[in-house]
């Protein structure tokens, strides 16, 4: 299992439900990685896609407390051994944790891969990410080569956790 995520130079990911800043290749680079894959999100991190509608070309799982959530084009799971036997057979590398926070941490200590965004930026957020360069499992593994849109400058970074726990 892998994680993908957009971090600032706080390790902000947003603010009030939505990402504080958009950078198109970050999306393109997102779809890229998921396209086909199974994808984790929060019911909350749902709602901010948009039509608040599951990721198309995805096999969308939304993990949340709402034991009566139904949502059309998503399985939802609320707990994580629902969420592990939705995963059974799945090839790990094409599973991906998109968010939001709470889901972040729960499953972060399970992936293998973080997929870090890092825009070198500071906004104000209400919603972090866990500094990986702070954890002693996480180690980064590519820190990619910088970019630049619209002056904000960022890289598409590649953290690896030493020692992940198996589902």
């Not at 600032?8 to 396209?35: A, C, M, S, Y």
């Amino acid at each position: 299992m892998n994680i993908i995520v957009a971090v600032d130079e706080k390790w902000g990911i947003g603010k009030n439900g939505t990402q504080t800043v958009v950078i198109p290749e970050d999306r393109r680079h997102f779809r890229k990685l998921t396209d086909g894959a199974a994808v984790i999100v929060g019911h909350r991190t749902l709602l901010d896609f948009p039509g608040g509608k599951p990721l198309p070309c995805r096999k969308n799982i939304v993990i949340t407390r709402n034991k009566d959530l139904k949502i059309d084009g998503a399985v939802v799971v609320n707990s994580l051994d629902e969420l592990f036997k939705q995963l059974d057979g799945t090839d790990p590398d094409k599973v991906f944790v998109i968010g939001g926070d709470s889901v972040f941490k729960m499953l972060l200590p399970y992936c293998k891969y973080a997929y870090v965004t890092k825009i070198m930026v500071s906004p104000e957020s209400d919603a972090f990410f866990p500094n990986l360069d702070r954890l002693e499992n996480w180690s980064l593994a590519d820190a990619g080569t910088p970019k630049e849109h619209e002056g904000i400058t960022y890289a598409f970074q590649v953290y690896i956790n030493k020692s992940p726990l198996g589902v």
